[in-house]
């Protein structure tokens, strides 16, 4: 049963956009902070930021004031705007439904990632 389905992904030439999309089943999203991760070839599985139930988020030190994660309650949907794009943004991109307690974060579920390519 896929619960969490990305969109948005694709090819995109240095400095340009991209606004990646994740639709999550209502019963994920309700109760789960959101999440975007990303792994690059060779490299392990990163956090790009997170955004919780009441909208507070965290980005990642390599994304802050390039990406911007929001969530649309209404369709259960979480996004990832993703201006000025590098070459080392170039990774699979993958949504995720998680539980934060302290400084720990739990993974409830994954999507099955998109891929993002940034070209130089």
């Known amino acids: 049963q896929v619960q969490l389905v990305e969109s948005g992904g694709g090819l995109v030439q240095a400095g340009g956009s991209l606004r990646l999309s994740c639709a999550a089943s209502r019963s994920i999203f309700s109760t789960n902070a959101m999440a975007w991760y990303r792994q690059a070839p060779g490299k392990q599985r990163e956090l790009v930021a997170h955004?919780?139930?009441?909208?507070?988020?965290n980005y990642a030190d390599s994304v802050k004031g390039r990406f911007t994660i929001s969530r649309d309650n209404a369709k259960n949907t979480v996004y990832l705007q993703m201006n000025s794009l590098k070459p080392e943004d170039t990774a699979v991109y993958y949504c995720?439904?998680?539980?934060?307690?302290?400084?720990?974060?739990?993974?409830?579920?994954w999507g099955q990632g998109t891929q993002v390519t940034v070209s130089s």
């Open positions: 995720a439904a998680v539980r934060i307690i302290g400084s720990v974060t739990y993974i409830k579920n």
């Open positions: 955004i919780t139930s009441d909208s507070s988020t």
